[in-house]
Nanobody, 130 residues
Framework: EVKLVESGGGSVEPGGSMQLSCTVA?????????????VTWFRQEPGKRREAVAA???????SYSDAVKGRFTISKNGAQSELYLRMNNLKSEDTAVYYC???????????????????WGQGTQVTVSS
């Protein structure tokens, strides 16, 4: 079964930076799922709704939630086999489990409904605390 795998989470102090990565694992090891789909980073705190924070369309257009705009950057590697989320000037409010997800290329952006995404990673915890 094809799935996404996130890595790079951990603990950081407010004002710090962190980069998350997302790769594809499973029976189709190529880069098609990241290259050919709308790829989006979501985050979720316990008991709260999962919210999209950054999306990258196949056109290369990136969009961000108001909460992270100007601080986070979504990107891919050159081979389009890996998705990244660069997070700068982190705040305590950024503490959450971060997920990468993919769906078809239509209507790619933020905000986004997580129910429309069919491919997910397991999540990686980001904790911002002094």
């Amino acid at each position: 079964e094809v799935k996404l795998v996130e890595s790079g989470g951990g603990s950081v102090e407010p004002g710090g930076s962190m980069q998350l990565s997302c790769t594809v694992a499973g029976s189709y090891p190529g880069n098609r799922y990241i290259r050919s789909n709308c790829v989006t980073w979501f985050r979720q705190e316990p008991g709260k709704r999962r919210e999209a924070v950054a999306a990258l369309a196949t056109s290369g257009r990136a969009s961000y939630s108001d909460a992270v705009k100007g601080r986070f950057t979504i990107s891919k590697n050159g081979a389009q086999s890996e998705l990244y989320l660069r997070m700068n000037n982190l705040k305590s409010e950024d503490t959450a489990v971060y997920y990468c997800a993919a769906m078809g290329p239509s209507s790619c952006g933020v905000p986004a409904d997580p129910d429309t995404f069919g491919l997910w990673g397991q999540g990686t915890q980001v904790t911002v605390s002094s």
